[in-house]
């Protein structure tokens, strides 16, 4: 773990206005550090005076400010001259496809099989399984009562026939599932 200042050429907000706009006009702000989580940072080339790391990290690490915060610490000084992301959540770039490998898949109808399911995005949400009078309320925007939710959050909503039908949120203070976002009709 460790505190990371954000860079002025970042989506950060000060005071409703993103940092990377206040810098194109040149203006510098104090900025307060963030707290990221670097879980894995392995030296997998060195040629001198090149280096090649690869990471595991929390989301919201700037991974160009850390490696000029290393180049400090070790003071050489650094800098990328490339970045990949290979990964984010359950998306790997192994599993990607080219524009033309949509192309051609597009030309021979077969372009839904290069898709993932919608409620793959979504993993990192809990699953509310629910009855079919209670998905057809909830889906024409009614809040359901459904047992208590801890923690709070969004979950994804599936019907009896466990197709993925939506986005609920739970209301604490109601007691009761409210619709965030509805993909399909049941």
Not at 4 to 32: C, D, F, N
Not at 54 to 69: I, Q
Not at 98 to 105: G, N, V
Not at 139 to 145: F, L, N, P, T
């Amino acid at each position: 773990r460790i505190a990371q200042l954000p860079p002025m050429y970042s989506a950060v907000k000060r005071k409703g206005t993103p940092l990377y706009r206040l810098a194109r006009q040149g203006i510098s702000v104090e900025r307060e550090p963030r707290q990221v989580e670097i879980f894995r940072l392995e030296l997998t080339e060195w040629a001198p005076p090149e280096c090649t790391l690869e990471m595991t990290c929390s989301r919201g690490t700037y991974v160009r400010s850390l490696a000029h915060d290393l180049g400090q610490t070790l003071g050489c000084g650094a800098h990328l001259t490339g970045l990949t992301r290979l990964a984010s959540g359950d998306f790997l770039l192994e599993e990607a496809v080219t524009l033309e490998e949509f192309a051609q898949a597009a030309a021979e109808h077969c372009w839904p099989d290069l898709l993932r399911p919608l409620d793959s995005a979504l993993a990192h949400f809990p699953a509310l399984h629910l009855d079919a009078d209670s998905v057809r309320r909830l889906c024409q925007g009614q809040a359901i009562a459904n047992g208590e939710r801890r923690g709070g959050g969004l979950s994804r909503v599936y019907g009896p026939d466990g197709i993925f039908l939506a986005l609920a949120a739970y209301d604490a203070e109601a007691k009761v599932w409210r619709p965030r976002k509805v993909f399909r009709q049941f």
